[in-house]
């Protein structure tokens, strides 16, 4: 059984920068497709970044240019950098592995507890 565990969060201004991490135990990032996503109360949840085991990465367009996935495959980690933060990237943030089927967007089976990201104006 993987357990994703996200750490990093916190209340930073518009224009400041967060690192978020994603730690694996009971199973490796090595070979796994590792999806970050954000949700917020009342909404649904949105895809923010994919991160590949070849280290090809996609993200979506509200982040391109301001976040950046990266993975340290030796220490379980996988990583979302973000900069230029804005108050729309207010969520808490979550971190998934196991996904079913083909696409990056999920369904994944295995997902943290999440953490929060307040970004203020």
């Known amino acids: 059984q993987v357990q994703l565990v996200e750490s990093g969060g916190g209340l930073v201004q518009a224009g400041g920068s967060l690192r978020l991490s994603c730690a694996a135990s009971?199973?490796?990032?090595?070979?796994?497709?590792v999806g970050w996503f954000r949700q917020t109360p009342g909404k649904e949840r949105e895809f923010v970044a994919v991160?590949?085991?070849?280290?090809?990465?996609r993200y979506a367009d509200s982040v391109k240019g301001r976040f950046t996935v990266s993975r340290d495959n030796a220490k379980n980690m996988v990583y979302l950098e973000m900069n230029s933060l804005k108050p729309d990237d207010t969520a808490v943030y979550h971190c998934?592995?196991?996904?079913?089927?083909?696409?990056?967007?999920?369904?994944?089976?295995?997902w943290g507890q999440g953490t929060q990201v307040t970004v203020s104006s």
């Open positions: 009971g199973g490796t990032f090595r070979t796994s497709i």
């Open positions: 991160s590949w085991s070849t280290g090809n990465t």
């Open positions: 998934a592995t196991g996904v079913v089927g083909s696409s990056f967007l999920g369904p994944y089976r295995y």
